[in-house]
């Protein structure tokens, strides 16, 4: 049973900092792409933050140079530091693992972690 657990959400004020992590469980977390994404209320859901199985990362333009993922392959962790957030970065967070096979697409989804920025 594959198990994507999502904790770090919170409220926290504009400017401030908040750090996601997402443990896995059930897969061989090392040859998946992780990523992050977000979903405001009325809106889609959109990729935050993703970080290849060799480790290579990419970002929405909205949050380029104030988040940073990371994974642990030896813990079966990714993370999202998140810093200087801003109002326009409340949403719910989802913790996503990503793998394209010859078996074929296999995708999964954490329950989310809602991040609250205000003052």
């Known amino acids: 049973q594959v198990q994507l657990v999502e904790s770090g959400g919170g409220l926290v004020l504009p400017g401030g900092s908040l750090r996601l992590s997402c443990a896995a469980s059930g897969i061989i977390f090392g040859i998946y792409t992780m990523g992050w994404y977000r979903q405001a209320p009325g809106k889609q859901r959109d990729l935050v933050a993703r970080i290849t199985s060799p480790g290579s990362t990419s970002y929405a333009d909205s949050v380029k140079g104030r988040f940073t993922i990371s994974r642990d392959n030896a813990k079966n962790t990714v993370n999202l530091q998140m810093d200087s957030l801003k109002p326009e970065d409340t949403a719910v967070y989802y913790c996503?693992?990503?793998?394209?096979?010859?078996?074929?697409?296999?995708?999964?989804w954490g329950q989310g972690t809602q991040v609250t920025v205000s003052s």
């Open positions: 996503n693992a990503d793998l394209v096979a010859n078996s074929g697409k296999f995708d999964y």
